[in-house]
């Protein structure tokens, strides 16, 4: 028996074949539309799409999970209602939801289809996990990343409900779905369009040897010579507190960096985690193949008592630090 | 009906005198009939305005306003459960909830949802006033045609819909302090440096362009959101109460103006004028007009 | 929601040829532009038509995204190379060979061998915009669709061509097995032999990559 479900992401067909065939338990995807928190261009599935890769991993023992975390436009519950129908048609393992009107709009059309709570609901405390537990019959929370390891360790002593957590990948500084500095900068929200710092709105300006990155109308960063250039995501931008020119701009809401939990295997089981998530529904095959294959050679070796390797990612992963994030207490 | 004026928390790190000086003069002079109070943003300043609660509510009530106590927005650690549980067992005052975890020790009381819970659309509209939701505050982020679709549904449920119109638009939440970031600090050894930015703290691009404003573990727009001009048309879609969201300036004034608008006296331009006299902060409105928040729309002139 | 702070490279293991099997195809590209320049617009264009075919016919899925897109057009620059493609996506999906100063809603300029990974999706998508040796002007949006489109498939350019190519679907395995040697053998011949042969061998290589590129 595994110590961890490991949850994988995937952007297409072939991230998923990828994702399965590098050792997920389960991939969590979502509909090529609006209806999800990764609406880029490019990515995701058509309703086809979505049947073959449900048919590719249950032939596999491995589960399907989609999202539909964006929260539906008023005036405009259609897209919303349908894509949890067809989740539900095509036999996905669950749906990862976020607004109470679809969560509601679920439990009462498809009462055998299975709930998780997305981090998008930002579901941050144990009276709130068992109110979604209690009127919509919500089997797991995903955590939003705004908790330590103690935290989650008293919450899932406290609530009936299977926890998953991000253990790898992007992180969000901000609480998840709680969040309106990308529709500030440009008008597309994570929660409304389910995009975040859309590339529609990205432009990059040679400054002479340096690079800037432009977001909407604002500057988010820029590179001197040489150094790498980042994707402008607003809260991973370089400002300058205080305001005008009053000091050197900083990396004042997170650096570039990359969350890795892997040092807390062991107290994300005491804590009684039930699954592991990896964020990168918008990431290259290649690198979702890389990333779940180390994760599950870390966690095979975890579950048999044997060190656990270092992820072998050293090649791939270069530039950004790792970092444990909210889950250690020094990060707040 | 008659609108409603409201007054939302006091967000920023405020001494407890000038908070209780700041709400005296609200209940003496302001022409609103609602207020919201209570530390929403970071639980290590609650116990600063404890010792001033009371008197600040007695004054308030004594003036004749409605007055609501705010849930904090973010409750993760064992602090701000506590904080959460406290607050939620008096029931003295209405409460306006501010996160999930509040919503469900509310049920079967009456009770707002404030403009920090999800609300995006009729379906969770209707939920919502299932259990005992008489108000609900739309998040800032919303565009005129949500906010229209949702005024009409919020009024078919009885719900008393709500829309901020004026002050910082608040952007985000965090379990990071980025107050104390920003001086080197860490959240628990913070000295309460947010102290020190009574209207936030300025961050501005690389550029030199103002952008956000940082107050603790919050992040705002820079620019002051200003519906002012907007009003009429919110009333005709349904909306009933108008927020006004305190900031480091003659809020009397500020809700002295809008009162002017939503009585008929004054027009919603005429007001626009007058706030950009008062602050050299721009107003903003582009939320509201299906553009990025920071963007400022002319109103056609009604 | 991204993550600025990691480079993934390519993963040569995974789908790509070895390293020097694909300094092979960088030098065949090269020469193929440059062919393709030379044979003009009708020719070029007829060159091109034929590998977008061969390749709409081993991908539908990404040529029908592709397709979806609004009319755009996307200049491809490989630096190292002696000329641009210019590839126009939408409803009339075209690729033709180009001057490099050729006017487009979005340019990609970089080596050609980062090119040549990231047509064939194996760079992972956001790693597309830390690597300063790429460089990416305009419409963003329109090279990240393009990037996740094809990231979305299993395409190996040279074996899809190779493939419905007939003789050189079983020439060009052998080919990249063979790369590494066949590299250290023409770098030596080429360092030991005289000016004259030097020119030759660039001649034999020409021919021999000509009809390839274009098979």
Known sequence: MSSFELICPAGSPAALRAAVDAGADAVYLGFRDETNARNFPGLNFSRPELAEAIAYAHARSVQVFVAINTYPQAGNLAPWQRAVDDAARLKADAVILADLGLLAYAAEHHPELRLHLSVQASAANAEAIRLYREAFGVRRVVLPRVLTVPEIARLNAEVDVETEVFVFGGLCPMAEGRCSLSSYATGLSPNKQGVCSPASHVRYEPRGEALASRLGGFTINVFGAGEPAGYPTLCKGRFVPGGGTSSDPAYLFEEPTSLNALALLPELKAAKVCALKIEGRQRGKAYIAAVVAAYRRALDAFDRGLPVPALDLEAMVEGGAQTTGAYTRAWR | MKPTLTLGPVLFNWPAERWRDFYARIADEAPVDAVVVGEIVCSKRAPFLAPVMDEVIARLAAAGKEVWLASPILVGSDRERAAMRDLLESDLLPIEANDMGALALLDGRRHAVGPFINSYNEATLAWLAGRGAVAVSLPAELPAASVAVMAKTGAALGLSMEVQVFGRAPLAISARCYHARAHALHKDGCQFVCANDPDGMPVSTVDGQPFLSVNGTQTLSHGYLALAAEIDRLRAMGIRRFRLSPQDLDMVAVATAFRAVLDGARSGQEVMAELRGMTAVPLENGFFHNMAGAAYADAPAA | ?215
Not at chain 3, 32 to 55: E, P, Q, S, T, Y
Request: proline share 7%.
């Open chain 3, 1 to 215: 929601m991204r993550d600025p702070g990691f480079m993934v490279q390519d993963q040569a293991h995974e789908t790509a040829p070895d390293p020097r099997a694909r300094d092979v195809e960088v030098q065949l590209t090269r020469a193929g532009l440059g062919v393709a320049r030379r044979l003009g617009d009708r020719a070029g264009g007829l060159l091109f038509d034929r590998l977008l075919r061969i390749l709409e016919a081993r991908h539908p899925r990404a040529f029908a995204a592709l397709g979806e897109l609004p009319d755009a057009r996307l200049l491809i620059d490989p630096v190292d190379a002696p000329a641009a493609l210019l590839l126009r996506v939408g409803p009339t999906l075209a690729l033709r060979v180009c001057d490099r100063s050729a006017e487009a809603e979005a340019t990609v300029r970089g080596p050609c061998a980062r090119l040549l990974d990231l047509l064939e999706g194996r760079i992972d998508g956001d790693a597309l915009f830390f690597r300063r040796e790429l460089s990416i002007e305009g419409d963003t949006a329109l090279i990240l669709a393009l990037r996740n489109t094809l990231d979305g498939e299993e395409m190996d350019l040279f074996g899809d061509v190779a493939a419905a190519a007939g003789p050189l679907r079983h020439a060009l395995p052998v080919a990249r097995r063979n790369a590494g040697r066949a590299l250290d053998l023409l770098a030596t011949a080429r360092r030991f032999a005289p000016p004259p042969l030097r020119w030759g061998m660039t001649m034999l290589e020409r021919r021999l990559t000509g009809p390839r590129q274009g098979a």
